[in-house]
């Protein structure tokens, strides 16, 4: 149990364009669904954590307009890359706590890597 | 605040040999304590985690860890690793007392390499 998917797995696009990624808990319920990025070689960091029917809760230095997160259900969260540029390219992992469950446990999905031309 | 400090980036090893991958928090308050694995290009699967209790946590495939708090340690080993082993490691905290949305904070990884 427990599992966490993403799609697309990878995304190219262009300059300008918007992208979006979906974050599912496929066999569970999660209340927040967490949005991490992480660059080559280096540590996933937190980008903003998504609560189901609230506005998203942003870390300092994430554009809440340029990343736009929405948590509509209990198993779906999206986040919007708008106006992409080439620096947003990225590996983008989304992570979902149970609504019940043992304390500190997130769920990993296997990422999107995000390439903009 | 909470940090994590991976003191090693990079742990090559040759296959069988036992392997210590090194990990060190900062916290004023009590902790989780985690390790992660990441095999290239897939997102993180739990490798174990430390609650309460043994300070001596078993995971799976064979690796364990050591919650020393006297020296605010989570020191991750396998006595005898394998080809399979080789990925990125993230030691990881989160603070205890709270729900399970609470924000886990990455060490910056280990990359183990194992050498035939």
């Known amino acids: 149990g427990a599992v966490v998917s993403q799609h697309p797995s990878w995304v190219i696009c262009k300059s300008g364009t918007s992208v979006k990624i979906e974050c599912r808990s496929l066999?569970?319920?999660?209340?927040?669904m967490f949005w991490y990025r992480q660059f080559p070689k280096q540590s996933l960091m937190l980008m903003a954590t998504?609560?189901?029917?609230?506005?998203?809760?942003?870390e300092q230095g994430v554009e809440k307009d340029k990343f736009l997160i929405n948590h509509a259900s209990l198993t779906l969260s999206t986040l919007t890359v708008t106006s992409a540029h080439p620096e947003d390219s990225s590996f983008y992992i989304c992570?979902?706590?149970?609504?019940?469950?043992?304390?500190?446990?997130?769920?990993f999905g296997p990422g999107t890597r995000l390439t903009v031309l | 605040a909470q940090s994590v400090t991976q003191l090693d980036s990079q742990v090559p090893v040759f296959e069988e040999a036992p392997v210590e991958l090194r990990c060190n928090y900062s916290?004023?308050?009590?902790?989780?304590l985690f390790w992660y694995v990441q095999y290239p290009n897939q997102g993180l699967q739990l490798l174990l985690k430390?609650?309460?209790?043994?300070?001596l946590v078993k995971g799976i495939n064979g690796f364990e860890a050591e919650f020393n708090k006297s020296q605010t340690s989570f020191h991750l080993r396998k006595p005898s690793v394998h080809i399979s082993d080789t990925a990125e490691y993230f030691c990881?905290?989160?603070?205890?007392?709270?729900?399970?949305?609470?924000?886990?904070?990455f060490g910056s990884g280990t990359r183990l390499s194992i050498r035939p």
């Open positions: 916290s004023s308050v009590s902790v989780y």
């Open positions: 066999d569970f319920q999660a209340t927040t």
């Open positions: 998504s609560n189901e029917g609230s506005k998203a809760t942003y």
């Open positions: 990881a905290v989160t603070l205890t007392g709270y729900s399970s949305a609470s924000k886990i904070i």
């Open positions: 992570s979902a706590s149970r609504t019940s469950g043992v304390t500190g446990s997130q769920y």
């Open positions: 430390y609650l309460s209790g043994s300070t």
